[in-house]
Each structure stands twice: as structure tokens, then as C-alpha cells.
């Protein structure tokens, strides 16, 4: 939790709305206050190497034991058993593992690691998602149970249609640009005064392209009939798009072709995500009150309910901020509090 610069914007966005307790785990005495927590838990979360929670006494066997409606969520890089087992697993390592690499960048680039911790963010929705699916179990059995989840199948799992192809079809994927590797014509293209990302996939949206550039000789083309053949000739296609494209303005052409049925968007920098209107509309970022930095902003939560709203409530805190917080409502007083400073415990 406490890895980098406390005040970034990497620890604050992720570390907002919690609270901070800091236990050494590896005195009894701290692991005697994590079993009172686990008590009345419904979740515990950790991300430690494998066999570190079973040398600490943490393991979900020993979790269980304290209360059976606990749920452990494991996160690691390679999953909780297996030859990889004691390995450590960082994003960008499991970005080169899971094959991600080798369909991202340009043709003939070589392999490019995405511009996000997508393995660390994949593995972590899959996570929650567990977390939900056996906490909505226990309503029925009211047993926990363990959530193990791992970087690197995670990451595979959302190359989705790439590791498909594979397995079903035994094509193997590899980087395709800017380019759709399957549907065209799919991809970045040039106006007069930018670039924009054209989304036409499927025989509708590929007629409605066609008309919106008043190009219906296209769909009498035999080249471009279907959507693979369309692929096949994709060359020869967006050679025949991009002079039209680059005619007129990217604000013609993202209006022209929306209102045609045919998705295109443009390609924002950080700066321009912020200022644009839906965006805004959103409210995807909200302001939040720190005591170091002042007022900040925030990445909303994408997760919209309609009757119990996420909010921005407090910023990261602080090392071991609530330590004192927490343990009083455990029913420590003040003096245990003080001796558990003294002997290094919290």
C-alpha cells in the first residue's frame, strides 16, 4: 500500500476513501489484532508472494478458523501453485508472458508493452469480481471460501479474442497497428487536421460508411464484399479512404460519420480527456480534500448505482494514520495502544 510517493497521483487515486493500520505481522501480538479484525471481516484482500501468508500464520485455512464466512482474495502473479510459483510477478512481466506484447505496436516494431498496468488492473476486476461472486455464494451456503486469482491468466483472459483465434482457430495473432487485426476497414486514420479512430465493422456499418462518403461503388466492389475479404484487401482499401479523409476537417468527419451510424472518435491527450464534454458530463473527476496537497482531483468510480453512489470521501491517508482509530474500536485503550507502539507492534 505504501510502495512509491504517498502524495502522487498513483498512491492517491488508489489509496482514497481507506483507512491505515499498521501491524507487524511478523510479531504474534500484531497477527493476534489481524485475527480480531478477521472476526468480523466479511473480505480480506492480499497480494503476497504464495507461501508468505502460510509462514505468517494468515493462510486461508487459518482464516477460516477464526470466522467460516471469510473470504480470502488472493492476487499474485502466477497463481497459488504450480513451477512459477515462487516467482515475482510484475505487470510488465506478465504483459510479455500472457502474449500481450506481441500483438501490441506497429507491424515490424516489435513487442510493446501497453501503456497502462493492464495486468495489474485486469487482475484486480477479476478479483472483485470474485470477491462478489462468493460473497453472493455465502448468502446461500453461509460458508467463504478463497478467491485466487493470478497476473498471468488474468491478462490472458482479456486478450480475449487473440488467444481465441488461437486455441479455436490455430491462427497465430501478431501486431496489427493501429489496425483492427480482424475487422477493416477498423483503425487510425488522417484528416486534414488530425488523426481519428474509425470503428466500421459488420456489413451494415460498412454500407453506411460507403454512403456517408458517397462512395457506393465500393459496395459493388467483389474485393470488398465481406468482412474478410475486406481484411484481405486492407491495403488497397485505406489506400482508396485516406485521400477522402484527408479532404476535410476531424471535426467534419467525427460529426458526418456519427450521425451516418459510423463510429469514429478522436484521439485525445490527457489534457483533451478532461476537457471533453462527456467526459465532464460524467464527472469523472472529482475533487477530494488532502492535508498535504490541498484540493486535488481524482478518477471517479466508472461504477454508476443508482440508489448507493460511489463517493470521494478522504484522501490516501497517512502511514498507519488510523492505527490508533482502529484499534480503540477493537477495544484497546489508550495504554495498550501505547505499549503496542513501544514494542514495535503497530
Known amino acids: 500500500m505504501f510502495a512509491g510517493d504517498r502524495l502522487g497521483g498513483d498512491f492517491q487515486n488508489l489509496n482514497r476513501n481507506k483507512r491505515s493500520l499498521t501491524l507487524n505481522l511478523k510479531k504474534q501480538e500484531a ?162 487536421d488530425g488523426l481519428f479512430n474509425l470503428g466500421c465493422s459488420g456489413e451494415g456499418t460498412w454500407r453506411r460508411l460507403c454512403v456517408a462518403l458517397n462512395r457506393n461503388d465500393l459496395l459493388a466492389a467483389p474485393e470488398y464484399s465481406t468482412e474478410k475479404k475486406r481484411v484481405e484487401h486492407r491495403k488497397a482499401l485505406n489506400g482508396i479512404l485516406g485521400p477522402i479523409f484527408r479532404t476535410k476537417t ?20 490527457m489534457p483533451q480527456v478532461f476537457e471533453d464534454a462527456q467526459v465532464k458530463h460524467l464527472g469523472v473527476a472529482g475533487e477530494v480534500s488532502s492535508q498535504e496537497l490541498g484540493t486535488i482531483k481524482l478518477v471517479t468510480s466508472p461504477v454508476r448505482l443508482s440508489r448507493t453512489p460511489a463517493a470521494l470521501n478522504t484522501a490516501a491517508p497517512g502511514w498507519g494514520e488510523h492505527s490508533r482509530e482502529v484499534l480503540s474500536e477493537l477495544g484497546f485503550d489508550a495504554g495498550e495502544i501505547e505499549q503496542l507502539e513501544k514494542d514495535g507492534v503497530i
Open 31 to 192: 497477527r493476534d489484532i489481524f485475527y480480531r479484525l478477521v472476526k468480523d471481516a466479511d473480505v480480506v484482500v492480499e497480494n503476497w508472494r504464495p507461501d508468505v501468508k502460510a509462514r505468517l500464520g494468515l493462510d486461508y485455512e487459518a482464516l477460516k478458523k477464526i470466522n467460516p464466512r471469510i473470504i480470502l482474495a488472493s492476487i499474485s502473479g502466477f497463481g497459488q501453485g504450480g513451477p512459477y510459483v515462487s516467482r515475482p510477478g510484475f505487470d510488465q512481466i506478465i504483459q510479455g508472458m500472457s502474449g500481450l506484447m506481441s500483438v501490441t505496436g506497429l507491424p515490424g516494431q516489435g513487442p510493446v508493452r501497453a501503456g497502462l498496468a493492464v495486468g495489474d488492473m485486469g487482475a484486480g476486476t477479476f478479483a472483485a469480481i470474485g470477491i462478489l461472486l462468493a460473497l453472493f455464494e455465502r448468502e446461500r451456503s453461509g460458508e467463504g471460501q478463497w478467491v485466487d486469482v493470478s497476473l498471468l491468466h488474468s491478462l490472458i483472459a482479456l486478450l480475449d479474442f487473440q488467444a481465441a483465434r488461437y486455441l479455436v482457430e490455430g491462427d497465430v495473432p501478431s501486431s496489427a497497428g493501429n489496425d483492427h487485426p480482424t475487422s477493416s476497414p477498423m483503425g487510425l486514420y488522417e484528416a486534414s
Open 250 to 269: 476531424l471535426s467534419y468527419w467525427i460529426e458526418n460519420l456519427n450521425a451516418n451510424g459510423v463510429p469514429a472518435g478522436p484521439v485525445y491527450t
